[in-house]
């Protein structure tokens, strides 16, 4: 079963790194998000990106002369809810030439982000988006995210994370990559456990034990890069969580494994064959790798568990897994020229074309699970 589903993948990575080579990418067709809302909704946007550098000029909170300006920014604490994002809350809202379906532009991100160092896209937060738009007046919540794309398997109990200045931005962008594969061990040893309590067949089990160790080894070597071009790389705070539903589970399963990660190791394998910088082609080659396994268990788990689902449960996990794919065609950005060159990001053109044939080929498919 893993090894159809692995097989199936490196297929289609193969056909889409060919051609995203020689074709170029049409614009992207996706349906637009029907609203903003809290964190792990449906129609709630994902917190991984690609985006732009953001460093905002002056202090917040103080104008240039005289008393504090009430309608300067300031950071707002949203807890663990806030995942690996910075939010920054605008007393007065912002201006309405910067809004745009919830979601800022590049350029309104370096301004609204303040004192982010990296920054992969930014959207209104919570419930600053109602009904798919930005309230005319009134308080205006920023998540400005920080967490690169394709490193592995994001836990919902991830807590916000403060990471100390790089001396460069690849270092920097280094160093939230081996935060994240730090937290997918957690989520890969959540994963086993949950299997085994639901009594997922061995193989299902073993895999995902295995997931946890290679992230382990994908976040020693991702840390080490960092702190090799001047990053610092933060300590993945998790907290352990109960054994959920089975429904839950294949929730978060189609979400962060059918959907990002799948998208990820695609990401990896790019990166493997086109990083300029040796060290990190190699690491990316034997990532990519993983990943795709990695990406193959979760379409696995999605086959096993969707004949266990009621009607109702599918239905609930397949909506879950079409706004992630509408959370990833909204996120596609431009990343930085360093990033492209030296990590072998994927361009913006790139990006779109692979999550349309994906979209077309895995996620929206008939026989997707």
């Known amino acids: 079963m893993i090894r159809r589903e692995e097989a199936r993948l490196r297929s289609t990575f193969r056909r889409l790194l060919l051609v995203s080579v020689v074709a170029p990418a049409a614009p992207l067709a996706f349906p637009a998000l029907e609203a903003c809302s809290s964190h792990g909704s449906p129609d709630a946007p994902s917190r991984d990106a690609t985006a732009d550098l953001s460093l905002a000029d002056g202090d917040a909170g103080a104008a240039p002369d005289g008393p504090p300006d009430p309608c300067a920014p ?3 604490d949203a807890g663990p809810d806030a995942g690996c994002g910075e939010l920054w809350r605008y007393p007065c809202g912002v201006d309405a030439t910067a809004r745009g379906d919830c979601f800022y532009t590049l350029d ?3 301004s ?5 160092v990296l920054v992969f896209n930014c959207h209104a937060y919570d419930d600053s988006c109602f009904e798919g738009g930005v309230p005319d007046s009134g308080p205006i919540t920023v998540d400005c995210v ?4 394709g490193v592995g398997r994001r836990p919902t109990t991830l807590a916000p994370t403060n990471f100390a200045p790089a001396t460069s931005r690849l270092g920097d962008y280094l160093a939230r990559a081996a935060h994240l594969e730090a937290a997918s061990v957690v989520a890969f040893d959540a994963l086993e456990a949950e299997l085994r309590a639901h009594g997922a067949p061995p193989p299902l089990v073993r895999l995902a034990a295995r997931s946890a ?7 020693r070597v991702t840390a080490r890069l960092a702190r090799r071009f001047g990053g610092v790389p933060a300590r993945a705070r998790v907290r352990r969580a109960p054994v959920r539903s089975l429904e839950a589970m294949a929730t978060e399963n189609a979400v962060e494994g059918c959907v990002r990660e799948t998208f990820g190791a695609l990401v990896a394998s790019w990166q493997a064959s086109t990083a300029r910088e040796p060290e990190i082609a190699r690491a990316m080659a034997r990532i ?9 268990l979760a379409w696995a788990v999605a086959r096993w568990a969707e004949r266990r689902l009621s009607a109702v449960a599918r239905a609930s996990v397949a909506a879950h897994r079409s706004a992630a794919v509408r959370g990833l065609a909204r996120e596609v950005a431009a990343p930085p020229a360093d990033l492209v060159a030296a990590a072998g990001l994927p361009t913006t053109a790139r990006q779109r074309l692979w999550l349309r044939e994906l979209s077309a080929t895995l996620w929206e498919a008939r026989d997707a699970v």
């Open 74 to 76: 300031v950071p707002f």
């Open 108 to 110: 309104d991100c370096q």
């Open 112 to 116: 609204l982000c303040v004192d982010v």
């Open 146 to 149: 920080t967490c690169p794309s």
């Open 213 to 219: 160790r290679d992230e382990v080894r994908h976040a």
């Open 288 to 296: 990519a790798v993983d990943e795709t396994r990695h990406a193959a």
